[in-house]
């Protein structure tokens, strides 16, 4: 198994449909003067980064690096009871979307967006069962993790997930941030 260079890169031009960014020369260090030239095809883009844009890029692959990757999200959520007897009780949440792997693409921040309303609904009517059948106990939401079948960082795409959340829109409802 190879392992990946993963770097932020700077948007130079775009030019004979490739997107040029800069990336640090190998063996450069952390001399920041010392960079080369990288192509990604524009095909890889939602819409164009302009000139000065930081993207993120693995240098081995010559790729930017999406996270938007797969075809179903899931959501795990452990709730603390705490009581006479603590204990913690994990469930797991997960439904198709269809995302398509192109890097800043609105539409899949959006379908993102739409499931993590869905998932804390549901998440927020489990606590109550949770506190309906536990009465001598409070319940709490401690920890979430996301990912999707394809991208299964859970620590980066949840901080993702995160991120998306933290833009909030008109009408919709506010859902924590740790959420």
């Given at each position: 198994m190879t392992k990946t260079l993963q770097t932020l890169a700077a948007v130079?031009?775009?030019?004979?449909?490739?997107?040029i960014v800069m990336v640090p020369a190998p063996g450069s260090g952390n001399n920041p003067d010392k960079f080369q030239e990288m192509p990604i095809p524009v095909?890889?883009?939602?819409?164009?980064?302009?000139?000065?844009?930081?993207?993120?890029?693995?240098?081995?692959?010559?790729?930017?690096?999406?996270?938007?990757?797969g075809s179903k999200i899931f959501c795990?959520?452990?709730f603390s009871l705490f009581g006479a007897q603590n204990k913690t009780i994990t469930r797991q949440y997960h439904e198709p979307c269809k995302l398509s792997g192109l890097y800043d693409n609105p539409a899949d921040?959006?379908?993102?967006?739409?499931?993590?309303?869905?998932?804390?609904?549901q998440c927020r009517q489990e606590k109550e069962k949770l506190e309906e059948a536990n009465p001598d106990k409070s319940v709490f939401i401690s920890k979430t993790a996301?990912?999707?079948?394809?991208?299964?960082?859970r620590q980066i795409f949840s901080g993702y997930v995160r991120d998306l959340g933290a833009i909030i829109l008109p009408?919709?409802?506010?859902?924590p941030g740790n959420f």
């Open positions: 130079d031009r775009v030019e004979k449909g490739s997107v095909k890889r883009f939602k819409t164009l980064p302009k000139p000065g844009a930081v993207i993120p890029v693995d240098i081995a692959a010559k790729d930017v690096i999406t996270l938007n990757t795990e959520v452990e921040d959006t379908a993102i967006r739409m499931l993590r309303s869905k998932f804390w609904q996301w990912w999707t079948d394809r991208f299964t960082d009408g919709s409802e506010q859902i």
